[in-house]
């Protein structure tokens, strides 16, 4: 075992599924259920919807084989994937070189629209339930999870089908020199977990190491940039491989979607999130100045974006859950809408949207849909309304859900990093005495 396998053995040792008796199962599975018909959320999948989705993931090489001279064979670019240690599915992956004036950024998404389309039973599926939806312990998956196991996971050493956004960014500035957009196969070398990012940035002989170095110094320079520009960042104390992902992702996002709104003048799903009023901004601001520990620089109030970054990196850490939870109160819900007029307030873009998660957000595969066809659903208005509404159903879901584990003893990160196990009734008991 590696020493960044054992690292990541190392965080669950001693951490065992978090064990619950048959009646309070049956509870919690009551529970979903109730809310499952609250939120009108589908939890099991059509018969015809999985029969498609097995016959699409069928000889899945030599479909592979077919797609690769209509093609960019990136199969001999270096190419990852970092994902949590239990993550379902690896669907996003990275590649990049410096060059004498510029940095080449790739990120390569797993391409769900070649399997599902818009004349599929699974496109319909995905827009009636229009998200994944994360429970503790318990996920209710937006395409049929086959999907996301087999052709749509970017697994290392198999070929896969993928759609690349390409980045030439400036060194100095990182604006995009070129942005380039398109099919692709590409072949994983290795798929990392968080853990063992940060241990392949520690250690020079380790494989990797010089790529994930160089992405890191990419993402922290975007970071620091994105903070500048105004972007508000809430988690001040992310470390190095959540860095890594966060920028790469929102840079591959925002290309797509000025590729989109400046070179095609096209429609998209566009990321719209408005700003709070003065007044809002005020009372928040106010209300984190008042925290015992907790001073806003002087020089950071007129912007109260850089106000609350400034604050976060300096305030206690017992303090910045209620920070993050002032800011929250008055922040208006971010929406998807087929124009991108007032932009993203919390990132300080002016035009946003989502691509790299098509597997999990019908936003994504909306706007893969748009990228590939050069060409607008009929009912784009209606599908934004669509995405918006089951994304606020599934975190109220979410919010509840994890209300009543609270409610009946159990921890819902606990639940939710270590799952579930079901004992008897009798062995349930012995593991309470």
Not at 150 to 166: F, G, I, K, M, Y
Request: glycine share 4%; hydrophobic share 35%.
């Amino acid at each position: 075992m590696s020493d960044d396998t054992q690292a990541d053995a190392g965080t669950a040792e001693g951490q065992g599924p978090v064990e619950i008796s048959e009646e309070l199962a049956r509870h919690l599975e009551n529970k979903r259920e109730e809310l499952f018909e609250k939120f009108e959320i589908r939890d099991e999948f059509p018969a015809g919807v999985l029969e498609e989705a097995e016959d699409r993931t069928e000889d899945v090489g030599s479909e592979i084989d077919a797609e690769v001279d209509d093609r960019r064979d990136l199969r001999e670019l270096t190419t990852w994937t970092t994902d949590p240690i239990d993550a379902q599915d690896f669907d996003d992956a990275l590649s990049i070189e410096e060059r004498e004036e510029e940095y080449v950024l790739w990120v390569h998404i797993a391409d769900v629209t070649h399997y599902v389309h818009p004349e599929s039973a699974m496109w319909e599926e995905a827009v009636e339930r229009g998200n994944t939806v994360y429970l503790p312990g318990y996920t209710i998956h937006m395409l049929p999870p086959v999907l996301a196991e087999t052709v749509c996971s970017l697994v290392p050493n198999e070929d896969r089908l993928a759609h690349t956004v390409e980045m030439h960014l400036d060194k100095e500035e990182l604006t995009y020199e070129e942005i380039d957009i398109y099919k692709s196969v590409i072949r994983s070398d290795e798929r990392l977990t968080y853990t063992q990012a940060e241990n392949r940035l520690d250690d020079p002989d380790a494989p990797l190491h010089e790529e994930n170095v160089l992405v890191y110094d990419l993402a922290e320079q975007m970071h620091e940039q994105r903070k500048a520009d105004g972007s508000l960042v809430l988690n001040p104390a992310r470390d190095r491989a959540h860095t890594i992902i966060e920028e790469c992702m929102l840079k591959a996002n925002k290309a797509v979607t000025h590729e989109l709104m400046w070179s095609r003048g096209v429609e998209a799903m566009y990321r719209v999130h408005p700003q709070p009023s003065p007044d809002e901004w005020s009372e928040a601001l106010q209300e984190i100045q008042e925290l015992d520990g907790v001073s806003i620089p002087g020089e950071a109030w007129d912007d109260p974006r850089k106000a609350v970054n400034a604050t976060l990196e300096e305030a206690p850490g017992r303090q910045l859950d209620k920070i993050q939870w002032a800011v929250m109160k008055v922040m208006p819900r971010a929406r998807y809408m087929n124009d991108p007029f007032g932009g993203h307030h919390a990132l300080n873009f002016e035009i946003y949207g989502h691509f790299t998660s098509p597997i999990r957000r019908l936003s994504d595969l909306i706007n893969h849909w748009i990228v590939y066809k050069n060409e607008v659903p009929e009912d784009l208005v209606a599908l934004c309304d669509r995405a918006s509404d089951k994304q606020k159903d599934a975190e109220q879901c979410e919010r509840e859900y994890k209300n009543f584990l609270q409610e009946v003893g159990l921890d819902p990160m606990a639940v939710n990093n270590r799952g579930i196990e079901i004992v008897d009734d009798e062995d349930a008991e012995k593991t309470l005495e």
